[in-house]
Nanobody
């Protein structure tokens, strides 16, 4: 069974930093695009950052150079380094991965979410 396990959330002050991690566990053939999304109370879930298997990255406009997404394929892990945090970054952050579970079967999997709270 494939699982995505996130860690690294918590409380930070405005201007501070946090690093999120998400490890894919279980038997997989290939992990394609990995991404981080977030959802604040009363708002829709939005893309924070994505990274392809070829390390091409894309970011939500609100990131504006503050966050960096990276991945370690040997560890089946994606990271999100968040710097210059703002109170409006407060949200539950979710990891997502497009996974080839076996040849011909690809699924999009989600982590359980990790809370990030930024105080002013």
């Amino acid at each position: 069974q494939v699982q995505l396990v996130e860690s690294g959330g918590g409380l930070a002050q405005a201007g501070g930093s946090l690093r999120l991690s998400c490890e894919v566990s279980g038997s997989v053939v290939r992990i394609n695009t990995m991404a981080w999304y977030r959802q604040a109370p009363g708002k829709q879930r939005e893309l924070v950052a994505g990274i392809t298997s070829g390390d091409t990255t894309n970011y939500g406009e609100f990131v504006k150079g503050r966050f960096i997404i990276s991945r370690d394929n040997a560890r089946n892990t994606v990271y999100l380094q968040m710097n210059s945090l703002k109170p409006e970054d407060t949200a539950v952050y979710y990891c997502n991965a497009d996974i080839d579970v076996y040849p011909g079967y690809r699924r999009s999997s989600w982590g359980q979410g990790t809370q990030v709270t930024v105080s002013s």
